[in-house]
């Protein structure tokens, strides 16, 4: 009777072929990753002092279990939801999340939970478009190539924003369906995509200004690009002609964005509010413009853009939650480490510290981004 052995490579083969579906394999992810990212902040919160300051808090009179994850914006975000905008001063906080957030909780009676599940269903669609891009740019193949294209992704310190009640999973969701549609030279979905995208993050513009310039580079006709840019558009012209109808100011975004201390400031005080973490991400985007500039200088360009948020801005709040955005960074750390098994596992370790550590300042209250 013969003994059937297994071995190491049958199970990966297994796993290659259950697994061969990109979809299936972004739920698995993503689970894991809302798993272990809400189950981190909670038992840290049970042993360790959060911030006793209130307005770092979601507040109501049935938070939840896990109301940590609406920390900060997050309570924005919510209470837009729940009562609409009450002042220009919260128009800052694009209208696409909170409006889903108010339809979805006429089925979940919980505002808090239909917001996660906007983001956690929102995270799950991210990491699908970005392994498809992980695909085309690399011509990354099996499933095990793959996860390790997206745990560069996942475990960007960062993307502990995409597990919160903030707008960050939507709009990368959408950015990332936007890129790789226009990589696909599906222009239509690109620009749909687009229109979403700008309704839902004022870094649309970005990424508006990205797909025209993959376009341009994949050789689209001027009549797409410029079609394609229109239709893309129009999620911010919609929510503009909204705010001069309410507050008869177009631009209540961008002035409501000096309450919270953006705009206020001149370069010289960005010295003062200067950290290590700061420089980290300066380095990591402007190694991607630079590796990025031969290959694709849309990529390079688009990294180059949020160089000039803290420089235009004043500030360097919320710079890493914005960095979050800047997608060609997790595709060049993969696409310089990928071949270097030692020092793949060596940016992983260190990206996963970063990330729990990110993990526990938002969910303590210390950090919004």
Known sequence: MKRIVTTKYDVRSKLERVFKHDLLLALVIGITIIFVGAGLGYENNKVVLVNPLPLTHYMSKNPGGL????????????????????????????????????????????????????????????????????????????????????LVFILFPPAIWLLAAYTESLFAFLALGAIYFSLSKRYLLAGLMLMLANAAHVDGVFVLALVAMIMIEERAGWWRILAT?????????????????????????????????????SLGSLAGDFSFVHLL?????????????????????????????????????????????????????????????????????????????????????????
């Open 67 to 150: 109301s940590f994850l609406a920390n900060w914006d997050g309570a924005n975000y919510l209470a837009i939801a729940s009562h609409g905008y009450v002042s220009a001063n919260q128009t800052n906080f694009f209208p696409l999340y909170p409006m889903l957030i108010y339809l979805f909780h006429f089925i979940l009676f919980s505002p808090l939970y239909s917001a996660l599940i906007i983001s956690w269903v929102s995270l799950v669609g991210a990491v699908f478009f970005y392994i498809k891009i992980s695909g085309r740019l690399f011509n990354v193949k099996g499933a095990s190539e793959k996860l390790r294209a997206a």
């Open 229 to 265: 840019g229109v239709t893309g558009f129009l999620g911010l012209a919609g929510y503009m002609l909204y705010l001069s109808a309410r507050y008869r100011n177009p631009l209540s975004f961008v002035t409501a964005q000096r309450q919270h201390g953006w705009l206020e400031h």
């Open 281 to 369: 991400f300066l380095l990591l985007l402007i190694a991607g413009a630079i590796y990025w500039w031969k290959k694709r200088k849309s990529f390079s360009i688009y990294c180059l853009l949020f160089v000039l948020v803290p420089l235009v801005g004043g500030q360097f709040g919320g710079f890493e939650r914005y960095c979050l955005m800047a997608f060609p960074v997790p595709l060049m750390l993969y696409s310089f480490f990928r071949q270097k098994t030692t020092a793949y596992s060596i940016i992983i370790a260190i990206s996963a510290i970063f990330w729990t550590y990110f993990l526990f300042q938002f969910s303590g209250g210390y950090i919004g981004g």
